[in-house]
């Protein structure tokens, strides 16, 4: 009961899907224990996005059927983390221009988007389509241990697999990040919440669906997402002080490019 209790959660808090009657914002302690079954929605968020993907290419070509996946992963996750990278994109910008943080903030802040928000947001949709359309349609998983064959096309595994490194980027991000004083809020949950049992427990169950759908292509590529991770809460830490939950919504959509990209890649070298 309290694995399908920490699942609901997670699902609750990631999706639009209302699995519990709960509120993220009142029930902080329940999201903290749901943080270790992220990947598991990250699972279930790619289920949804291959099968809109499947029922598309049945009447489109690859193209558009990808663009139309990945406007659903918008509408699954009800524009979560897409917020968090137009925020901090916007931050970005103007920190880059003035050098001054408290203006990284006060953008971050800012209710409005600006152009380096709506750019970033338009570059990853862009990134994520091109490198999904760029997949070999072949069959690159045959499961012939247990009896019988079971056979994946590769852009169905990108499909299910990224939004499952996406979400685990959070609890690594959380658990090696600590939140601004200023910017206490959703993230700080997640910052303060994250232990070593959850990372331990969410790096375990990651580890297994990416290895179970991807092989030693998928492993690869994870680790250069942990990496990629690990060095954005370097980055943040010394620069800003920590995170906070857009920067999360960031590291997620960062995440999902990054492993994606060397998906592919070590896909074509292994395989």
Request: avoid cysteine; hydrophobic fraction near 50%.
């Amino acid at each position: 009961m309290f694995i399908l209790s920490g699942l609901s959660e997670a699902v609750n808090f990631l999706t639009v899907f209302k699995l519990k009657g709960k509120s993220r914002a009142l029930y902080p302690d329940s999201l903290k224990k749901s943080i270790k079954y992220f990947p598991f929605a990250g699972l279930l968020i790619g289920l949804i996005l291959a099968a809109v993907f499947y029922v598309f290419n049945k009447f489109l070509s690859v193209q558009p059927a990808i663009l139309v996946a990945i406007f659903f992963l918008y509408i699954i996750t009800g524009g979560l983390h897409f917020d968090g990278l137009s925020d901090t994109s916007d931050g970005f910008f103007a920190y880059l221009k003035s050098g001054d943080k408290n203006r990284f903030y006060k953008a971050m802040k800012d209710v409005y988007t600006g152009t380096a928000g709506n750019l970033a947001v338009i570059f990853y949709v862009l990134i994520m389509w091109s490198l999904i359309t760029s997949a070999e349609p072949v069959k690159s998983f045959n499961l012939v241990n247990e009896g019988f064959n079971l056979n994946f096309n590769f852009m169905y595994l990108v499909l299910l697999t990224f939004p499952v490194a996406g979400r685990y980027s959070i609890v690594v991000m959380s658990y090696f990040s600590d939140t601004p004083d200023n910017f206490k809020g959703t993230g700080t949950i997640f910052t303060e919440g994250t232990n070593a049992a959850s990372l331990i427990t969410a790096s375990v169950f990651t580890l297994i669906i990416i290895y179970f759908f991807l092989k030693l292509a998928g492993i690869f590529s994870l680790l250069v997402t942990v990496f990629t991770v690990l060095f954005a809460a370097f980055y943040f830490g010394r620069r800003f002080g920590g995170v906070n939950g857009d920067m999360l919504g960031f590291t997620v959509k960062l995440s999902e490019v990054v492993f994606t990209a060397a998906l592919i890649g070590f896909h074509g070298i292994l395989y």
